[in-house]
């Protein structure tokens, strides 16, 4: 299909002529008015490329190329000014403008065809590139979108199958992703915190909870499961799920080629959950900010939900017993910032957990 060239000119005389050169090459309209012309360029089909005449009785020729400009549609058609006005100034503001070229009247038709063939070719070549980025762009999009699902699947599957082992914990694991996110929410403007929880870092530490007890797959069914107690002996052995968490999350990060993965948090937080702001927690009695901040997180959230959760070895309790246990655990077992932001939300704890409840196992 020929290319559209678009003359605009109020000189029917001047239209003529160019239209008699264009015809051998090219599709030709015409429009006599700068209204007419941006009512062509916006219609379904714009032209390729525009010869336009500066001095027009309605608009002129340097407000219809602004006019173009400022609409997506219409802002990369080149255009080139065919004009009697031939100084300096005018051919520096038609270019400042937009313009690609700038040609006197009366034009050279060979110069008029080599110029459109010009600049043609290049707006053609720009279009490629533009449509090549933007594929690109909308691959980027659609692979992470796909990395992210992978993700999601991977973090859900694991950690479920460490519920699997541990069936009275219901949806101990979802639970505990809201509170993540709840409280990363909250304390993201901390000063403490500042700069340490985008958007992506929250959502990350989300889907990481789901994995803060994949250990207790590598624990026996006869400590695990004990409807009571654990001996001193049985206890140590229990502790070790979170190094066994660790070791199977960092088994799997050597199987990506990446020095950040994904799985880091999930790491620091199966690896670290037990850790107390004290040093009193285990298993390696690291204190304050020397926890990772994923675990302080997690810490938090995982003993609130086990407070309000019913065991085997206890009751459930009441969502004030537990929120009052946590507070005055600020500064021994908890980050006490992390502590008191809890209690800004502690509602929404009890929201989450009235919604995502075990049937007959969690009181909220």
């Known amino acids: 299909m020929k290319p559209t060239i678009l003359i605009v000119d109020d000189a029917y005389e001047s239209i003529t002529v160019l239209s008699e050169l264009l015809n051998h090459e090219y599709r030709s309209l015409a429009a006599t008015t700068g209204e007419k012309a941006l009512r ?34 219409t802002a990369e058609i080149p255009v080139i000014f065919l004009t009697a006005k031939s100084n300096v100034q005018d051919e520096q503001k038609g270019l400042d403008l937009g313009a690609v070229d700038y040609i006197t009247k009366p034009p050279s038709p060979p110069i008029v065809l080599a110029r459109i063939r010009t600049h043609l070719h290049a707006k053609q070549a720009s279009d490629f590139i533009r449509s090549r980025r933007d594929f690109l762009e909308n691959e980027v999009i659609r692979r992470t979108r796909e990395i992210r699902t992978i993700q999601d699947v991977a973090m859900v599957a694991m950690g479920s199958l460490a519920e699997t082992r541990d069936n009275e914990t219901g949806n101990h694991i979802r639970r505990t992703q809201f509170y993540m996110s709840v409280l990363g929410e909250r304390i993201r403007d901390h000063p403490r915190f500042r700069g340490s929880l985008s958007d992506e870092t929250i959502d990350l530490l989300r889907k990481s909870a789901s994995l803060h007890d994949i250990g207790k797959v590598g624990i026996p069914d006869s400590i695990l499961l004990k409807p009571g107690k654990l ?4 206890f140590a052995i229990m502790k070790t799920h979170t190094t066994l968490g660790r070791d199977a999350i960092l088994a799997g990060e050597k199987l990506l080629d990446s020095p950040a993965s994904f799985l880091h948090h999930s790491r620091e937080i199966a690896w670290c959950h037990h850790e107390k702001w004290d040093g009193s927690g285990y298993p390696r009695g690291l204190r304050a900010d020397e926890i990772p901040l994923s675990a302080r997180l997690m810490a938090l959230s995982d003993v609130y939900d086990a407070l309000i959760s019913k065991r085997v070895y206890k009751a459930a309790f009441p969502h004030e017993t537990a929120a009052r246990i946590i507070q005055e655990g600020a500064g021994t077992h908890f980050d006490p910032d992390i502590a008191a932001a809890f209690l800004d939300v502690s509602d929404r704890f009890k929201e989450i957990a009235s919604m995502h409840g075990d049937q007959g196992g969690n009181e909220g």
Do not use: F
């Open 231 to 234: 001996s001193p002996e049985e």
């Open 40 to 73: 062509i360029c916006s219609g379904d089909k714009p032209p390729d490329l525009i010869l336009l005449d500066i001095m027009m009785p309605d608009l002129d020729g340097y407000e219809v190329i602004r006019r173009l400009k400022l609409e997506p549609r």
